[in-house]
């Protein structure tokens, strides 16, 4: 059982996991490389105190380098679900389940809207995660989007199980597949259906398949844990980083305005010290 798990390997799940480790709780980090955080993106900082003139992707390569050196262990990947079980959380991990007491949600901002349908159809046709649910479309037509080459292997499996995978990668794709998989470009704007699905509508075609795969770096928080009290795509915090649901906080840009490095920084270290705080007192 791990003290905090730490979602998200930015600037707010680094901090948060180094406080972490500060206040002698176990502490795993799971999180996608740092590459996909917005921090890496960003070619210069100037208003994080101390670090002038500085590169968003040498800093956060000197924020995982800080975390290693404590050998702090991180685990490179997606967290697909998180499941509250009362006194503690399950981590799916790219299908690997960790048991957590306290977890801390630093997940950034999600880019990705929800297209009409997908809510009505999810765990009904719409699924975030091919190996939890791949089976249940053998011999079927299944549509996977994905925004980023790592869900090529996800495809792959796919297109042995399926009678065929229709893919829209939302990315440049260099790969070949199997003769079931059928690349196509475009926009998915809809999901069709009634009791079930019936296509996918993309710019103006109607592309029939049984079921959806979204495959995407950054998913919908509310895909990943259920009962999260949100406004809009951002999760509510109060000034501890608590969220609704105890045991769970949230630090970086997941909780809003104003998206910048120092505030997730220092909120990454607020939801840890909470969180040390929240399993001490489990134990009275
Ligand atoms: C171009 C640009 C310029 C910027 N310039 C500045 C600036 O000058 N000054 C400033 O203060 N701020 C700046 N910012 C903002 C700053 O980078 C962010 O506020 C900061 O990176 C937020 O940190 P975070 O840890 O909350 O989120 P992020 O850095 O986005 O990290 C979140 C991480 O969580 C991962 N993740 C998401 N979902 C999952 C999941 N299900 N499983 C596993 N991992 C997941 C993401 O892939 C990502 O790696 C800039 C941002 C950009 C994009």
Redesign the pocket.
Known sequence: MIDIAV???????LSAAINAWARNKSVIV???K?D????Y??KK????LGMPNES?KDMMEKFLAHALNLNIEIKN???LQILSMGKYFVINFENEFFNAKTVII????TKTKKIPGEEKFLGNGVSYCATCDGMFYKNKSVAVVADSVEAESDVRFLSGICKNVIYLPMYDLKENFPANVEIIHGKPNEILGDDSIKALKIDNREIVCDGIFFIN???PVDN?IFGLELNGSIIKVNCLCETNLPGVFA????TGWP????K?IGQGQVAAQNAAKFIDSMKQ
Not at 7 to 13: E, F, W
């Open positions: 979602i998200g390997c930015g600037p707010a799940g799971f999180g996608n740092i996909t955080g917005a921090l993106k960003a900082i100037d208003n994080h968003g990947g997606r967290v630093a997940v950034g901002i770096e950054n998913t990943i630090a970086g840009d997941c998206f910048q490095l120092s997730a």
